[in-house]
């Protein structure tokens, strides 16, 4: 497990695309955490929260910040440019990634760069670009993506909602998840 752990800190690190600055640095860190512990683990989070059971969780009273009043666990990700949250709340399908600070541009480009094109047979549908006024992080911007199979009831959801004020409590917040309609 000491393995994993090292992987997942040395993960935390890598991305595809380079970007100069601090708030770029955060939303590189975002997509690989995002790409590496929800995307590729969205079929089986239960493993995924098996490998993660000798990292140290947050203690269940701060883990319910993150759980959008679920049950589950919240872990800190160690990562040298931010602050970043892995939560998986109990019995859902759901892998939810928050970001107290990065530049949302970039995030919300990374996110469209893993998520615009699925992986074949799958096909990927944008499904929501909304923005709304709100009290606790200002003006944001949801994206959504849905990965199917023509006619299918189950789809892979990918969701990401940006702030760009710097009053924002969290300016990145990023779910996936396996939806039945």
């Known amino acids: 497990m000491p393995r994993f752990a090292a992987a997942l800190f040395a993960l935390s690190f890598l991305s595809g695309l380079c970007f100069a600055g601090e708030g770029e640095d955060q939303a590189n860190s975002f997509a690989s955490i995002y790409a ?21 969780k947050l203690p269940a009273e701060k883990a319910a910040h993150f759980l959008a009043g679920n049950a589950g666990d919240a872990w ?11 939560a998986l709340p ?33 096909i990927a549908k944008k499904v929501r670009d909304e923005q709304a006024q ?10 959504a993506y849905e990965w199917s199979i023509p006619d ?9 909602t940006t702030a760009a004020s710097d009053t924002a409590q969290l300016q990145v917040f990023a779910t996936a998840a396996i939806i039945d309609e």
């Open 90 to 122: 109990n019995d859902k399908n759901l892998c939810m990634v928050h970001v107290r600070r990065a530049n949302t541009e970039a995030a919300k480009q990374l996110f469209a760069d893993l998520v615009a094109s699925a992986p074949a047979p799958l």
């Open 152 to 160: 299918a009831s189950r789809k892979m959801l990918f969701t990401i």
């Open 36 to 56: 590496t512990l929800c995307m590729k683990n969205l079929n089986n989070l239960e493993a995924l929260r098996e490998k993660l059971s000798a990292i140290p």
């Open 76 to 86: 800190p990700v160690p990562d040298q440019h931010g602050t970043f949250v892995l």
């Open 134 to 143: 709100t009290t606790a992080n200002g003006q944001t911007q949801t994206l």
